[in-house]
């Protein structure tokens, strides 16, 4: 039976937690206003990562944000919807919460960058331009990290969401992927990541070999240039977070090799590692600080963190559902894996997908507000308000992006009014 980790005490391990930097010559950094507590054992802070704003001006988690008309939202140009699918808008019944939404003109110099650095590298061809316009990275990172310290470390968000998604499609999905030899192609994608360490000889094999496919180039360079912007426990975050969606690609993989479709927990463990988690816990290198590792590892934040990551990755599944179906490769996502386990219409699997995400997500807001309260730390607290805010903005990017997206034909007009 799962345990409530969020409820057990971290013991004072938040006294750690960094104000600002520390050390001679700091305190023109530190922030007006916040207490500096004495270092415990002459600790030091994290020099160069300091804390700008004052955490109580984010976002709260759990908290309505503010809410204006999308910019630039990617537009389906000239595409018709489907037969018994309707254009995409937020899902009747489902729990959100408003996104902060972006300046247009940064959404624009991020999607800029971005994409002069795929091409650089390659990594879109002429038929997949669209595709890429389409899928709007710098729109999903400006919506994820509203409390972003500058564009560079947007855009660095940007570059590994890139990836990301080169490997995705092009080694598990529809742009060229497949489940058999996943495992031998992801092992050589982490090592982009995580890279060889072995003779002069065999170095160079592998540099050639990593310089020689377009997702190898992408997850190579994406986390070469993020490193520098990362302390290295927030580096070692991100490897280890891209090893779990690994692991989940490979888990569902074996499920569509062996043509199973599993029961519905075996689902939801599989989507806790094929899952946004990646992207979610980048939050403070994005904003320009670091929670302390120790912190990070706490159990009631890892768990907090699994449940945001869990209702973002929902969110995919819904409004993703029209286009699975309509995909040439079986697809598994929740709402079809309640409908095959539990005997469900098509439409009473969707709507009860809703239900478990929605339970979700509320466990999410109601435990990020128990240990915000327990423990008022405002280094904490804005970590906890960025998982908010990118849970926010990954829900306002599928339900307005029409490029990408569409609803089935489920609700009656009133409802979706």
């Known amino acids: 039976m799962a345990t409530d980790d969020s409820h057990h005490s971290p013991r004072g391990d938040l006294r750690d937690i960094p104000y600002g930097p520390s050390g001679i010559g700091t305190s023109g950094l530190r922030i007006p206003g916040l207490p500096v507590p004495e270092p415990p054992g002459g600790r030091t802070g994290v020099a160069g990562r300091p804390v700008q704003p004052d955490p109580e001006d984010a976002p709260r988690a759990g908290a309505a944000h503010e809410t204006r008309e999308a910019p630039d939202a990617p537009a389906a140009e000239g595409r018709s919807t489907p037969p018994g699918e309707i254009p995409v808008r937020p899902i009747p019944g489902l729990h959100y919460r408003p996104a902060v939404r972006p300046d247009p003109a940064l959404v624009a110099e991020v999607d800029r960058r971005t994409e002069e650095w795929a091409r650089t590298l390659d990594l ?98 994406a986390i070469e240039l993020a490193l520098p912007w990362a302390a290295p426990a927030q580096g070692d975050r991100l490897r280890h977070d891209l090893a779990r969606l690994h692991l989940g690609y490979l888990n569902e993989a ?21 899952n946004f988690r990646p992207c979610l816990t980048l939050n403070d290198l994005v904003a320009g600080y670091e929670l302390p590792a120790h912190v990070q590892a706490l159990p009631a934040l890892q768990r907090i963190t699994a449940l945001g990551g869990n209702a973002a990755t929902l969110v995919n599944d819904l409004y993703s559902y029209t286009k699975e179906q309509r995909s040439p490769r079986p697809h598994l996502n929740l709402p079809t894996v309640l409908a095959r386990r539990d005997g469900l219409s098509e439409r009473d699997a969707f709507l009860r997908a809703v239900e478990i995400h929605n339970e979700i997500m509320r466990r999410f807001e109601t435990e990020s507000e128990h240990l915000r309260a327990q423990f008022p730390d405002p280094v904490l607290a804005r970590y906890l308000a960025g998982l908010a805010a990118w849970v926010a903005g990954n829900h306002e990017w599928h339900a307005s992006n029409t490029f990408r997206y569409t609803l089935p034909d489920f609700w009656s007009q009133e409802e979706t009014a």
């Open 124 to 221: 879109v061809p002429p038929e997949w331009e669209d595709q890429f316009a389409g899928f709007g990275f710098g729109r999903s990172v400006c919506l994820s990290h509203p409390d972003h310290a500058d564009v560079e470390r947007l855009v660095v968000a940007a570059r590994l969401l890139v990836a990301e998604n080169a490997v995705d499609d092009e080694y598990c999905e529809d742009h060229g992927g497949s489940p058999e030899g996943l495992g031998a192609r992801l092992g050589l994608a982490h090592s982009a990541l995580d890279p060889l360490h072995s003779t002069p000889e065999y170095e160079a094999h592998w540099r050639e070999g990593m310089a020689a496919d377009g997702p190898l180039r992408a997850y190579r360079s």
């Open 254 to 274: 074996a499920w569509s090799l062996d043509q199973v479709t599993p029961p519905v927990w075996e689902y939801l463990v599989m989507r806790q590692f094929n």
